[in-house]
């Protein structure tokens, strides 16, 4: 075992390649794409140090060519669920022992393996099963992920330095445990840097993981897989298990040693988990941790003094970029309307030169929405605003799913503040516009955060500072990532440590040591060098 106080190299922001036409990177991404296209993977489930086919498989298919198969995936039950949480127990015994820097070295050479050799896999990979643009898997897939796992590391040695003061003839130290049991990671499709990171920052703090991807990302799960094993974490430490999420989760919940959930997705399936976790608090070993990001209905306010072109891009930005499938995407606008006409001429010419199709072709800025039901549910909404009295489109509108699922960036204006796009989250290219008049800022600022039950991000615009004062304090618990003149997407790790609150989720901020403060339970250690022998305090006399 090493012996020293250990510092960690110094985190630093990932550079962001710009994949220009004939750059090495674009090359190189756009032969990976077209290798796993045209091939097929065949994906088990990774329990201890086997690799679980049970026969019961899947097609993995893109969203923008969903005819085309790329690989299928083995689907578990009840019976894998147990068997990793067995695995997972068994490997906790050495994993919540090894010393913390052969952990930190573990997921630096993860983060290493991502930057050079896995990045155009782990891209590509990213734009099939997901549709990003190599944009989007870039700052995601690659960048994101890096960031996650060189800034975690720095993150945990600076938890790990953070000790009491002692006093005369004592010492009081303390210990940063693993939780006692195990840790259950749920996440999202959206975001590859996300479905690893929910597994990796438990395990980096010693803990042992189920994990459960979205089974519209095991594609580039599979590759996340790969770098972990090529890094060197031990079988058993990160089980991986796909199935019907109801039965494995009521396995996993139902479980004495369930110790924390680390989750990103729905805010209804977060709150029925959180109930299933009350309902059987009297089987747990320990309280668990239960850590969750979840829905958003995104806001950007224009104040009067603003540029109606830095508006538009934000909104064409905030909105559109991954078909508005982030949970910070911006969904509800709120504008003024000396500014209104110029910001919307603005939005329209820019939807009008989007390009849309499959992201092998580097120009296009939109490809298509990740499944059939997320196509059907906007499709529903688009129509509906086609019918309403008080909604009109102004952009976009159309939407076909013959090849991909592929929905038009929408624009739709309402003259209802609490029409229902402006309430309900969509998850995808629609955005709303309201616009109210110069005078009622101030009530608009209250609307702004009456109107949605999430509170995840916002953003301002405006060049009068009192009026960014007045927005930043009213506007204060209706977003956990606040923006001034930017576009409410697109939080970097080790700059702005994201989550919200409200229906948005516990706001453990991922990307910051807040959030991994939730994966240790700490011990206090006193130590007394010598220890009275009379029990009489001088007040006895």
Request: proline share 5%; charged share 20%; with cysteine.
């Amino acid at each position: 075992m090493g012996k020293g106080f250990f510092h960690v190299p110094t985190a630093i922001n990932e550079p962001v390649k710009g994949y220009a036409p004939g750059s090495t990177e674009r090359e190189a991404v756009s032969k990976q794409y077209k290798e796993y296209f045209n091939g097929s993977v065949d994906v088990p489930m990774y329990i201890g140090n086997e690799e679980v086919r049970t026969g019961n498989t899947r097609n993995m298919t893109p969203p923008h060519d969903h005819q085309h198969v790329v690989g299928q995936y083995h689907i578990g039950d009840r019976s894998h669920a147990e068997k990793a949480i067995a695995n997972a127990l068994e490997a906790r015994t050495e994993w919540a022992q090894m010393p913390w820097e052969q952990r930190a070295a573990i997921f630096l050479r993860a983060a290493e393996l991502i930057a050079g050799p896995y990045r155009a896999k782990i891209n590509a990979a990213t734009m099939i099963a997901q549709s990003k643009t190599v944009h989007q898997a870039e700052i995601d897939a690659a960048c994101e992920l890096i960031d996650f796992l060189r800034f975690n590391v720095e993150y945990m040695s600076e938890i790990y330095n953070e000790q009491p003061n002692s006093d005369d003839g004592i010492w009081n130290r303390v210990e940063y445990r693993p939780l006692e049991g195990f840790v259950y990671a749920i996440t999202p499709f959206n975001f590859t840097a996300i479905a690893a990171n929910l597994p990796a920052s438990a395990a980096m703090m010693g803990n042992v993981v189920v994990w459960k991807p979205s089974d519209s990302q095991i594609f580039s799960a599979k590759v996340i897989v790969d770098v972990f094993k090529e890094a060197g974490v031990p079988d058993g430490v990160i089980n991986v298990i796909y199935g019907d999420p109801v039965e494995i989760t009521d396995v996993v919940l139902s479980s004495p040693d369930f110790a924390g959930i680390h989750f990103t997705g729905s805010t209804y399936v977060f709150k029925e988990l959180w109930k299933k976790i009350g309902e059987n608090i009297h089987t747990y070993k320990t309280y668990p941790r239960i850590v969750g990001e979840t829905g958003g209905k995104d806001f950007i306010i224009a104040h009067p003094s603003a540029n109606p072109k830095q508006v538009a891009t934000g909104i064409s930005r905030g909105a559109f970029e991954f078909q508005g499938q982030k949970c910070s995407a911006a969904s509800r606008v709120y504008l003024p309307k000396s500014l209104a006409e110029e910001t919307l001429n603005y939005v329209k010419e820019d939807i009008a030169s989007f390009k849309m199709g499959s992201p092998e072709d580097m120009s296009n800025f939109i490809t298509a929405v990740i499944h059939e039901g997320s196509f059907d549910k906007l499709a529903k909404y688009i129509d509906q605003a086609k019918a309403d009295a008080d909604a009109e489109i102004i952009a976009g509108g159309n939407y076909d799913k013959s090849k991909g699922y592929f929905i038009e960036p929408t624009v739709i204006l309402t003259t209802n503040p609490k029409y229902t796009t402006m309430e309900t989250e969509l998850f995808g290219p629609v955005v709303t516009i309201y616009v109210y008049e110069d005078a009622d800022w101030a009530d608009t600022l209250q609307l702004v955060d009456g109107t949605s039950e999430y509170a995840l991000t916002g953003a301002v615009f405006s060049t009068d500072r009192y009026a960014v004062a007045e927005a930043t304090k009213a506007l204060e618990n209706c977003a956990g990532n606040f923006y001034v003149n930017d576009k409410p997407t697109g939080a970097v790790v080790g700059q702005q440590p994201f989550g919200g609150a409200r229906a948005s989720g516990t706001n453990d901020k991922a990307g910051s040591a807040q959030n991994l403060l939730r994966w240790v339970s700490p011990r206090l250690i006193k130590e007394t060098f010598v220890s009275p022998v009379d029990y009489r305090y001088p007040f006895l006399g």
